[in-house]
C-alpha cells in the first residue's frame, strides 16, 4: 500500500503508480468536492469556492514591506487539492510560514512609483475624459490629496496583494545555496523523503504552473 496525497502532484503520482500495479490510498484532507454542492468543475466560477469548506483559509505572515499587512493565501482542503478550487491554479500550502519580501529592494518600489505616475498622467489626458467617472479625471482611488512620493508609496504598501502561484519554499538547489531537495527530489538530511509539488521549483515558470507540477509529478513517478 503506498499512500498518496491528492493534490495536482499528488494524484499524478498515483495515477503512474496504479500503472506500475501499485495499489495507493489517496488521502486528502476535506473529501470529495462534490459533497459541498459547489461548483467545483467550472473554471468561471472558481471565485465562488475561495472562504468555503473547500479552503483552508491560510492567512500569511506579516508583511514588512506592506506595512504590516495580513494577505490570504487560498489554499484547497479537497480531493485534487488547490486545483480543485481555483480553475487548476496549484499553490502550495506551506506548515513554515513565509514572509514575502514585498519591496525589500528599492528598484521594486521604484518601478511601482513611476508606473503609478505614468498611469496617473495617462488618465488625465482630455482624449480620456469620455471614458472615466468621477472627479480629478477618473481618479477615484488614491485621489488628488496623494501627490507625495511619500504619500504614493504608503498607497502602493497599504493596496499591494499577491495573486496565484506562490512557490518555491522547498527549493531544489544545492544544500550550500539554501536549497533543500536534490535532483532526484530527496530532502537533505533526511532518508525516505521526497517533495514533490511546486514547492520545488528554485526559479518559477514564466506560465500558468499546473504542467510544470504535472511534469514534475511524472518525473517523481519515474
Not at 498515483?14 to 459533497?35: C, K, M, W, Y
Request: hydrophobic content about 40%; some cysteine.
Amino acid at each position: 500500500m503506498c499512500p498518496k496525497p491528492g493534490g495536482t502532484a499528488g494524484l499524478t503520482v498515483a495515477a503512474r503508480l496504479i500503472q506500475a500495479n501499485f495499489t495507493v490510498l489517496v488521502l486528502e484532507a476535506g473529501g470529495s468536492p462534490d459533497s459541498y454542492g459547489l461548483p467545483y468543475d467550472s473554471p468561471a466560477l472558481t471565485g465562488e469556492l475561495v472562504s468555503t469548506p473547500l479552503d483552508w483559509n491560510f492567512s500569511s505572515l506579516a508583511i514588512p514591506g506592506l506595512n504590516g499587512r495580513v494577505l490570504k493565501q487560498h489554499r484547497g482542503r479537497t480531493l485534487g487539492g488547490t486545483s480543485s478550487i481555483n480553475g487548476l491554479t496549484c499553490r502550495l500550502c506551506c506548515t513554515n510560514h513565509h514572509i514575502s519580501k514585498f519591496y525589500e529592494a528599492a528598484s521594486d518600489l521604484n518601478i511601482q512609483l513611476l508606473v503609478f505616475k505614468r498611469l496617473r498622467t495617462l488618465i488625465s489626458q482630455p482624449s480620456f475624459a469620455k471614458y472615466t467617472v468621477g472627479p480629478a479625471n477618473g481618479e477615484i482611488v488614491p485621489g488628488p490629496k496623494v501627490q507625495s512620493d511619500e504619500d504614493i508609496i504608503n498607497f502602493i504598501r497599504e493596496t499591494t496583494v499577491s495573486t496565484d502561484h506562490q512557490s518555491g519554499t522547498a527549493a531544489m538547489r544545492p544544500l550550500g545555496d539554501q536549497g533543500v531537495v536534490s535532483p532526484t527530489l530527496e530532502v537533505y538530511g533526511v532518508q525516505g523523503l521526497r517533495v514533490v509539488d511546486a514547492s520545488i521549483m528554485p526559479v518559477f515558470v514564466d506560465q500558468h504552473p499546473t504542467a510544470a507540477i504535472c511534469m514534475i509529478a511524472e518525473k517523481a513517478a519515474q
